[in-house]
């Protein structure tokens, strides 16, 4: 950026020196020194000193060459050029017309670039003097020259445009890695909080677990609950310790990106991890082993996922065709499900009838769902059952370790695992006789979480999107260089267009001979400036001394010149027109003898026959770099043109209009494959900058995550929990009805009691990942959260249809009683 600002400073700088003009000798066309200073608004700008010299005499060969008077930069003859014999290339015309008129002081290493400036400053003189400009023609010369000898190559766009492309290159180099190095900070910097948080929650409950823990009799302690508490002690005690230190180690400058640090951040985290869970067995284990409070809580963490498979399993045995399930199937499984639940409203006598009521409860579940199971098996064809695995693939169901929880009650570790992979089983098995599920397969299949990918094949399709964004990135960046490309040469190459009316068109001494209407309706408003036009008649034989018969002018120059019977005698045209500016005084400054601004003449002149020619127009304005070749006068072959009085005027106008959008405008034709070359990698470069400062951006901002990865999930997954909300009125009533008139009212009270226990849960899990911002989104850990969050959603609603149909079926039956 740096860089980019300076070059803009230097490239659009302004020069700060002059060029000195020194008049010598007698001059033509009222060239004078004090003309000349009275022409000047203000000294013309150079970007070095330099002094033009202005002559009445030939130059020397020597001078020609460079080699010129102390304190001569740039020395100038106003002598006129004479015909050429033959026609012949416009730069060629330029090069013969130049010699023996000007010389420079060598500026430039290349002789031929020295010749080319000093045609461009004679040019630019000669050329002014054919619109019949006397002092202004000079100081054309002298901005000339200050265009051209002015070496300024560091106000060169383009090695200020390079050092700004190399500039963005390092950006973009320095961006990415530091926001790698910031993402993988923030990542690490967020583990250690989240760590740090579940400690703090932990230690400041300590002394309320140790009261839980005191409060049951040693003698109905299990052992895991006894290796719970002391892991409890123990951890927070030594985590408490060591969490400075890795606090530090993360915080460090030098030390917050090692991998040693890493490791700490790791092993703090697991261990914290560790601790939670004994913590929360200590907490519900003493719930239902103590005696003190509800133990329903407990229970219900360890039956929710068995509830919600079961549930799900009932609701597919429910969908299958009619007469393909007997009812005593579905009926047992009711009543296994009822069972558990119930058991998990810790209703039974005492902490031990409660945990045996609940393990008898969950074992029933189990042999219930294996037994379906078996039995859905021998409804599949024999073909297909050939084709089958001894178990059927089961999709992984993401839920809760509650191995510690488990082992602190005095129950086999696994067993609530062991139970959930026999209802999915059994699930499975279902789908495969019954099919899939619309409302939960169809519209919940990658919620229920995908195989896990083979790392290799997760690397490769990484690799893929990269090199898929990557060509995405160069298409766009292509497209990008194409339009700033065809732009840049259409803004070059696209001259501006007038929309002005002709100021004035007046006739002297009248119109009549000119058809004005003709000429009115052929002239457009095509004019960038005011302009006001004297169009002056005047007789071709008189005041020219040029005729219609071209032996006659043949006779009057040299009879060998094949061109003469068409030429003007280019001093006599001068002279003709500075007489016709004397004669319109009014038209002209009196200080430099030019036209005042915003005039010019026109001088028509008339042949016996009635036709007409324009060799020359007369303007105030100075013509510049391609306007140059918009004069009328041909300085090559000092031809004449004859045309239609109309047509003549017309013409003239038409040409000085486009001069107007010609002038000080330098036609270039570039090549533009460089320019191709050079804004293609700039247009990539800020793309990836671009790229960058989102990423950037979405780490701070959690208004960008609603665009992050998933977040169309995110909202769909909101919407359901709105319409499960929303039916919570309902939901309440199928269970107090079910629990009025079900055989098992504790089991639906319980069940209710879970379902709205497991909104809860999902609506905080939306509010945490919908605030993340977008930098956090990134990362796996976001999608498995999403895919959880949709598990959950899914079976909720899936459980509320199912209670519903129930309800209705139980209603039905009533009224049908």
Not at 292 to 308: D, V
Request: hydrophobic share 40%.
């Amino acid at each position: 950026m740096l860089i980019g600002i300076t070059g803009l400073v230097v490239t659009t700088a302004q020069p700060g020196s002059e060029v000195r003009i020194v008049v010598e000798g007698r001059q033509p066309w009222n060239i004078s020194q004090g003309t000349v200073e009275a022409s000047l608004d203000e000294p013309v700008a150079s970007w070095q000193p330099l002094t033009l010299v202005v002559t009445d005499r030939t130059l020397s060969l020597e001078e020609q060459q460079g080699n010129l008077a102390p304190g001569t930069d740039i020395l100038l003859s106003t002598r006129l050029p004479e015909p050429s014999r033959e026609r012949a290339p416009y730069d060629t015309v330029r090069q013969i017309q130049a010699v023996g008129k000007v010389g420079i002081r060598p500026v430039f290493d290349d002789p031929d670039r020295n010749l080319v400036a000093g045609q461009d400053i004679h040019d630019a003189y000669q050329t002014n003097v054919g619109l019949g400009h006397g002092p202004l023609a000079v100081v054309a010369a002298a901005q000339e020259a200050s265009l051209q000898l002015s070496d300024r190559s560091d106000q060169s766009f383009w090695p200020w445009l390079l050092g700004t492309v190399l500039g963005l290159l390092l950006t973009a180099f320095a961006m990415s890695k530091a926001l790698k190095r910031r993402s993988l900070w923030e990542a690490r910097f967020r583990r250690l909080t989240a760590a740090q948080r579940r400690l703090a929650g932990v230690v400041l409950d300590l002394e309320a677990l140790e009261a839980t823990y005191r409060t049951v009799d040693p003698e109905q302690r299990p052992p895991g609950f006894t290796e719970a508490w002391t892991k409890v002690r123990d951890a927070s005690l030594e985590l408490a310790r060591t969490e400075k230190e890795v606090a530090a180690a993360v915080r460090g400058r030098s030390s917050g990106m090692t991998a040693r640090t890493a490791q700490k951040v790791e092993k703090f985290e697991t261990g914290v991890s560790d601790l939670v869970a004994a913590a929360d067995a200590v907490m519900g284990a003493g719930a239902v082993i103590g005696g003190f409070g509800s133990g329903e809580t407990t229970f219900q963490r360890l039956g929710a996922p068995l509830a919600f498979a079961a549930r799900e399993l009932l609701t597919r045995l429910r969908a299958a065709p009619a007469g393909a399930v007997e009812p005593q199937m579905i009926t047992s499984l009711e009543s296994a499900l009822d069972s558990l639940l119930e058991a998990g409203a810790g209703t039974a006598g005492g902490p031990g009838p409660a945990v045996h009521t609940w393990e008898r409860a969950e074992r029933g579940l189990k042999r219930q769902a294996q037994t379906l199971s078996r039995k859905l098996r021998h409804m599949l064809p024999r073909r297909r059952l050939r084709r089958m695995p001894a178990q059927p693939v089961v999709a992984p169901r993401p839920a809760e370790d509650l191995s510690v929880l488990r082992t602190s009650l005095g129950l086999a570790p696994q067993g609530s695992r062991r139970s959930l992979d026999a209802l999915d089983a059994a699930n499975a098995m279902a789908r495969e006789v019954f099919g899939r599920l619309p409302e939960f397969d169809d519209a919940q299949d990658e919620a229920r979480g995908k195989a896990p990918v083979n790392p290799k094949l997760r690397k490769r399709i990484g690799l893929g999107a990269k090199v898929l964004a990557g060509f995405a990135a160069a298409f766009i960046a292509l497209l990008l260089s194409l339009t700033a490309m065809f732009a840049i040469d259409d803004a070059s190459g696209t001259l501006p267009t007038g929309n002005r009316p002709l100021e004035a068109l007046r006739f002297e001494p009248d119109g009549s001979k000119f058809d004005l209407e003709e000429i009115r309706r052929n002239v457009g408003d095509t004019f960038m400036e005011d302009l006001a036009v004297t169009v002056v008649a005047g007789r071709a034989e008189d005041d020219l001394l040029i005729s219609m018969d071209y032996e006659v002018n043949a006779r009057k120059y040299d009879p060998q010149d094949p061109m003469a019977s068409s030429r003007v005698d280019a001093n006599l045209l001068l002279e003709t027109m500075w007489k016709l500016k004397a004669q319109y005084p009014h038209l002209v400054d009196e200080s430099t003898g030019e036209l005042l601004p915003g005039h010019a003449l026109v001088p028509v002149y008339f042949f016996d026959n009635g036709y007409t020619t324009v060799p020359a127009w007369m303007t105030s304005e100075v013509y510049y770099a391609d306007a140059r070749r918009m004069g009328r006068f041909n300085w090559d072959t000092s031809e004449f043109f004859i045309s239609k009085p109309e047509e003549a005027v017309s013409e003239s106008l038409e040409q000085m209009a486009k001069a107007q959008q010609w002038n000080g405008y330098t036609w270039q034709i570039r090549d533009s494959d460089p320019l191709l070359l050079l804004l293609f990698p700039i247009m990539g470069i800020v793309l990836f900058i671009g790229y960058q400062v989102l990423r950037y951006g979405g780490s701070m901002s959690m208004r960008l995550g609603r665009f992050g990865r998933d977040a169309a999930r995110l909202r769909t997954v909101r919407r359901d929990l709105e319409t499960l909300t929303m039916g919570l009125d309902d939901s309440r009533l199928n269970a107090v009805f079910m629990a009025d008139q079900g055989s098992a009212p504790l089991a639906a009270d319980g069940d209710q009691r879970l379902f709205e226990s497991a909104l809860a849960v999902a609506w905080r899990m939306a509010e945490e990942l919908a605030s993340r911002p977008l930098a956090q989104r990134l990362g796996p850990d976001y999608r498995d959260q999403i895919r959880r969050l949709e598990y959950l959603v899914s079976v909720l609603s899936v459980r509320d249809m199912d209670v519903a149909g129930r309800a209705q079926a139980l209603l039905d039956a009533d009224r049908g009683a």
